[in-house]
């Protein structure tokens, strides 16, 4: 076997499935992480693709590894291992063991060796082709364990076998992920959701403290008069910002079936962000087959996440009959669904109360998905008809969710991704 053809560790080949080292960053990274300083080009070509390749006769290298090299090479084997393409995930695991305590070393093994991102692909891969999930229910394994999005999912699904004694340790992972989104998402979205409060109250006639007078200026500099060095404004801008009223109302509709875990955290996150604004009266829904309204619990998003219950079935058509239950200002309020559209209730009923809401001025959103996770799947049939009622469906980053707020508060065309 030359060093062109995958092999063990990498894609399709002899380990079968593909792992963090298959994928292109994991790769890299397995290639540059080593010890490095490796003087010839062909010694360190030929290293590199022994680390992706993962070893045994059949690699091609000849090439033997040392040091933290070969520290590296154990961590993926333990995971990955070596063998023929119909091994089971049983007989790669030899090298994580059954207990706790072995997962964990090799949890802070691979941390060590390999950045970040990489480390969380090489847990969801141990998660899914190990079955560590049980695991995840002892502190000693989330304590040492890399967090994000994709592993509060997976907590959150766990929670109700959870034992009490590591439900703290749960809580505060998910706490430092959801406090991590918060930072890098909270302050655009309060600013660009801000700014679209502004412009969707604009009113023309403002009294004296309502006056925007930047923009007022701007807008009359044409009526500077230099022998009074002033400028008389012939029209005053003014947006409301005076007033502490609620303008709009937000309801959030989420699908809480397992396939929309990471979409289920970044929607608490920005539940809470939105709740936070005065302007905006935020109502959070979660459902599938049954519906919850977890508004109450907005001022924690952990709370949030903790009150859902990820898996089961989907009932959208009943989600939706109680948050137009909920609507009492229909011209000021926003319904975003987020949800694949797997239909297991009425699928007429639910496209009448879009209908219904849509004619009586609700902005009615659909997102088929709130990640980073790309492209999701989703039922098209239901998408088509829900574009034919002028509510497009289309998969959202956490990213694009403010500006898509934005334009939905001030009734504009939505940003929709070009999905080309």
């Known amino acids: 076997m030359s060093p062109g053809t995958t092999g063990t560790a990498g894609t399709t080949g002899t380990a079968g499935t593909t792992g963090a080292v298959g994928s292109t960053g994991a790769a890299e990274a397995v290639a540059v992480g ?20 993962g070893g045994g006769a059949a690699d091609g290298t000849g ?27 049983k007989d790669r695991s030899a090298g994580l063991g059954a207990s706790a305590p072995s997962v964990a070393r090799w949890l802070g093994d691979i941390r060590t060796y390999f950045p970040s991102s990489v480390v969380q692909v090489m847990q969801r891969d141990a998660i899914d082709r190990l079955g560590l999930s049980a695991l995840l229910l002892e502190p000693e394994m989330l304590e040492a364990i890399e967090a994000d999005v994709h592993l509060v999912g997976t907590l959150l699904s766990l929670n109700k076998a959870m034992p009490e004694t590591t439900k703290e340790t749960a809580r505060a992972v998910v706490r430092k992920v959801v406090q991590d989104l918060e930072k890098r998402l909270a302050t655009r979205t309060r600013a660009t959701l ?141 319904v975003v669904l987020i949800s694949d559209l797997y239909e297991g209730g009425i699928r007429n009923e639910m496209l009448k109360r879009v209908a219904a809401m849509k004619a009586s001025g609700v902005q009615f959103v659909t997102l088929l998905a709130l990640s980073d996770e790309g492209a999701p799947a989703y039922d098209r049939e239901h998408a088509a008809a829900l574009g034919a009622l002028g509510a497009p469906a289309f998969a959202c980053t956490p990213d694009l969710f403010p500006e898509v707020m934005a334009a939905a508060i001030e009734k504009r065309p939505l940003p929709i991704p070009d999905t080309a």
Not at 34 to 48: C, H, I, T, W, Y
């Open 34 to 53: 080593g010890a490095g300083g490796v003087a010839d080009p062909g010694q360190e070509r030929l290293r590199r693709w022994r680390l992706v390749l």
């Open 63 to 89: 090439c033997e590894l040392a040091g933290q090299d070969a520290a590296m090479d154990g961590a993926l084997t333990a995971l990955y291992g070596r063998g023929d393409k119909g091994q089971t995930a």
């Open 194 to 334: 801000t700014g679209a409060l502004d412009r969707s109250a604009r009113i023309n006639r403002p009294r004296h403290h309502d006056i925007d007078w930047n923009r007022t200026i701007a807008a009359n500099l044409k009526h500077y008069l230099p022998e009074y060095r002033t400028v008389v404004p012939e029209r005053l801008i003014g947006y409301g910002r005076a007033s502490q009223s609620v303008k709009k109302e937000v309801i959030l509709c989420i699908d809480q079936s397992g396939s929309m875990a990471a979409s289920v955290v970044y929607a608490s996150v920005f539940g809470a962000v939105l709740a936070s604004m005065r302007s905006i009266n935020t109502r959070l829904v979660v459902f599938d087959t049954a519906v919850v309204d977890l508004t109450d619990q907005l001022d924690d998003p952990v709370d949030v996440l903790f009150g859902t219950q990820l898996g089961g079935g989907t009932d959208i058509n009943r989600a939706l009959a109680y948050c137009q239950s909920q609507i009492t200002r229909p011209a000021e309020t926003v």
